[in-house]
């Protein structure tokens, strides 16, 4: 009987899909037995959150070869408008998953559309510039969200950047996003059980996008953005798919973080420069372009400072050496040239034997 061969493209697929399934499995058996703590529980949401900003970010960085600080603002403007869809409609749609569906789809649509909007200018530089004005984009995002007022009476929905009270709605009418203070009162249809369906279905696209033929150009571009031009490649049109597309996921990942909160501020600590270097760390040390690596970097940095939360002043000292250790492990030339002996001595030679008896 002839052997069905996988390729090597489908075995890493599944490997990736098997490891977040694996992880989403443990888990799931941990919270149904009551063996995780409150606070482990409280992050359940979060880190599917951050799988997926981390692994949309991995395709503009790691697969289209551009810097990009900006992924935070990406988030917030999905967080916000599904947020503000799901108050809007939270009478008028009643069933749940319904309202959190169409919430998914409008937050991604709205991240895409800004970057599509952003990336027309942006796409144009190069290197560090690039960098430099896609973290300037994340902050203005984040700071007019900040200072903007939006409530809606009998007349309709009105804007005001001055205050609630510039808005001069009817004495019935009701303020959903209150500048600094945000929204609250967002219904919290987020669950483990949905972010990791998101993770799946963000895999999914990823993965096929990499592995496809614009896949295929786009990587093209990171690797030689002259040779692939010169031999017919929209450089323009792939640039922005990868950039529109890194952007709806992490529309996507901010409606998930949007609904898991009562209330959702734009705050820097939730939006800001700091979460967009966060990401990029989950990036950089999962591996660029690893998308698997990124899963697990985003699960592994999210889950360890609460892990060591009970030894107070040490906790973040040996988070710093963590990152230190995972950083020489993943570029470090002598570690990787020990990995590859590792491989060749020990790993590839009985992988290589277990396949040839399975042959006979």
């Known amino acids: 009987m002839k052997k069905f061969n996988l390729s090597k493209t489908t075995k890493d697929n599944l ?25 482990m529980e409280g992050l359940l949401v979060p880190i599917c959150s951050y799988v997926i900003l981390a692994v949309s ?55 895409g559309l800004m970057g599509i909007l952003i990336g027309m200018p942006v796409l144009r530089l190069k290197g560090d510039y690039l960098a430099i004005v896609t973290l300037a984009f994340g902050e203005i995002i984040k700071n007019v969200i900040n200072v903007l007022y939006i409530g809606i009476d009998s007349k309709g929905i009105h804007f005001s950047m001055k205050d609630s009270m510039a808005l001069g709605l009817e004495p019935d009418g009701k303020i959903i996003i209150k500048g600094a203070q945000g929204i609250t009162g967002t219904p919290k249809d987020s669950s483990f059980l949905i972010g990791v369906i998101l993770i799946f279905i963000t895999l999914f696209i990823v993965l096929n996008l990499i592995h496809s033929r614009d896949g295929r150009a786009i990587m093209a571009i990171r690797d030689n953005l002259i040779a692939a031009e010169s031999v017919g490649i929209n450089i323009t049109k792939y640039k922005m798919m990868a950039f529109s597309i890194s952007a709806a996921l992490a529309g996507v990942a901010g409606v998930l973080y949007a609904h898991n909160l009562n209330s959702l501020m734009a705050t820097p600590k939730n939006f800001g420069y700091n979460m967009s270097i966060m990401i990029l760390v989950y990036v950089v040390l999962g591996g660029i372009g690893n998308i698997k690596g990124s899963v ?32 020489l492990f993943s570029w470090s030339p002598k570690c990787l040239e020990w990995r590859e002996v590792f491989m060749e001595k020990y790993i590839r030679p009985r992988f290589a034997k277990k396949t040839s008896e399975e042959g006979k």
């Open 15 to 39: 490997w990736t899909y098997g490891i977040v399934l694996v992880i989403a499995l443990i888990t799931g058996i941990l919270l149904l037995t009551g063996n995780l703590s409150s606070l």
């Open 296 to 327: 697990i970097a985003a699960v592994v940095l999210t889950v360890l400072p609460e892990v060591l939360r009970g030894m107070n002043n040490y906790r973040m000292l040996i988070y710093a050496i963590v990152l230190i250790v995972i950083m």
């Open 57 to 111: 970010l991995n395709l503009t960085v790691g697969i289209l070869g551009e810097l990009s600080l900006g992924h935070a603002g990406f988030m917030c403007v999905g967080a916000f408008t599904s947020a503000f869809f799901s108050k809007l409609t939270e009478n008028v749609i009643t069933v749940d998953i319904v309202r959190f569906i169409l919430a998914i789809i409008i937050g991604a649509a709205f991240a």
